[in-house]
């Protein structure tokens, strides 16, 4: 890892390999497993695997490789484990550091996977699980106990924008002696360096920003050689939860280009934001650059930026904001995030259906709120787009 690197270099060029044939992109080693020269050599590498030897592509892989030192350059952590998905990074960064009685405390404000796995799997295993409002560190200090074995929160919630203090709450868990994961998707690496704030460990659904082009399913965990290697390891290779090379080549490609993209993408954020907020239809505009957002200060500490989402409420409800979606057309509707394309959402009935109306509610998830993730287009066209959206919901 080149420390002395900036950014954008870093995501061109950290952890390059180059085969015999000194090819200029990245390499597909498109292999299941690997061939040794010698019956001592395979016995070698099955008791210690040098740093590029590899035995098998569900154990690691040269194209693999190359994305998780270059991701972990990014972060600033030692290393990193490349999984299938988001939330294989998130299940895995969990489960394999976790077992019957321990506990742990989350904010409650997260993607409804991962309540489904802190809520569901861990407890279903004897785990026990403390929710919390993630804004409100006395909450996070009366339920961090000496017995705590890790704290997992989103460092911008999904999809309400809600911050968390990843300084305030690392140091609340490290009085404790807990493991601090935390879930960076909507910060995006550019924007946030939760590693130096104090965060252990740190998940992202690499299937978002990273990619950025709607390809490919991905994670990534990052965190020290100990962790990555000696507890995440083990489980996510015998479990199976490791990314393919073909993924990992196309993410290495997304990494060349992500400062320039989420910086736009943030910037128009901020600008469709602002328009949304002059509009009469739209009753709420969440978006951490906003100087109206509760933790705008907090953001702009944290972060630097208002990142690259905006979650509006149109007034009159559900069928109001089928209206809008329906009449879009620039903007598309799904349930992704982070592309190169304009996406709306509407949270209450897709990506958190299944939670109960009581949690919607006390999450602020109302049945006229649209996460909208920006992506690439001019900003002027997209508000065009939006606008005449408004003008039928």
């Not at 736009?264 to 907020?277: E, G, I, N, P, Q």
Request: hydrophobic share 45%; glycine share 8%; with cysteine.
């Amino acid at each position: 890892m080149t420390k002395d690197w900036k950014t954008r270099t870093q995501l061109v060029h950290e952890g390059s390999r180059r085969s015999q044939y000194g090819e200029m992109a990245e390499a597909i080693f498109l292999t299941q497993g690997f061939v040794y020269p010698t019956a001592e050599a395979a016995e070698a590498r099955f008791v210690k695997a040098g740093a590029d030897e590899f035995i098998y592509a569900r154990y690691g892989n040269p194209t693999t490789r190359m994305f998780e030192e270059r991701i972990a350059a990014l972060e600033g952590t030692e290393d990193a484990f490349a999984t299938a998905s988001g939330m294989a990074a998130v299940s895995g960064a969990l489960m394999s550091c976790l077992r019957a009685g321990d506990h742990v405390v989350s904010a409650r404000a997260l993607f409804g996977s991962c309540l489904y796995v802190l809520e569901e799997v861990l407890q279903k295993f004897g785990v026990r699980v403390t929710f919390v409002d993630g804004a409100d560190l006395d909450q996070w200090r009366a339920a961090v106990t000496p017995g705590t074995k890790a704290v997992f929160f989103e460092s911008m919630s999904n999809p309400t924008l809600e911050l968390v203090d990843i300084r305030a709450v690392s140091e609340i868990a490290r009085k404790a002696g807990a493991l601090v994961i935390c879930d960076n998707v909507f910060a995006t690496p550019i924007f946030s360096r939760a590693v130096e704030q104090g965060a252990d460990v740190v998940v992202y659904s690499t299937t978002k920003h990273i990619d950025g082009q709607g390809r490919a399913l991905g994670g990534v965990v990052c965190g020290t050689t100990g962790f990555i290697r000696k507890v995440l390891e083990p489980y996510m290779k015998h479990t199976g939860g490791s990314m393919s090379p073909f993924t990992a080549w196309m993410h290495l490609n997304g990494l060349a280009t992500l400062d320039l993209r989420c910086r736009a993408m943030a910037d128009s954020a901020l600008t469709v934001a602002r328009a949304l907020a002059a509009h009469g239809k739209v009753t709420k505009v969440i978006h951490p650059g906003l100087e109206s957002h509760p933790q705008h200060a907090l953001a702009m500490a944290q972060m630097g930026s208002g990142g690259t989402l905006v979650t509006f409420e149109i007034a009159g409800g559900k069928e109001a904001a089928f209206r809008f979606m329906n009449a879009l057309r620039i903007v598309k509707i799904s349930n992704n995030l982070g592309d190169a394309r304009t996406i709306a959402t509407h949270p209450a009935t897709t990506t958190h259906q299944r939670l109960p109306q009581d949690q919607k509610d006390r999450l602020g998830i109302t049945p006229g709120l649209i996460r909208l993730s920006l992506g690439l287009e001019d900003a002027d066209d997209l508000i065009a787009d939006l606008t005449r959206a408004l003008s039928v919901a």
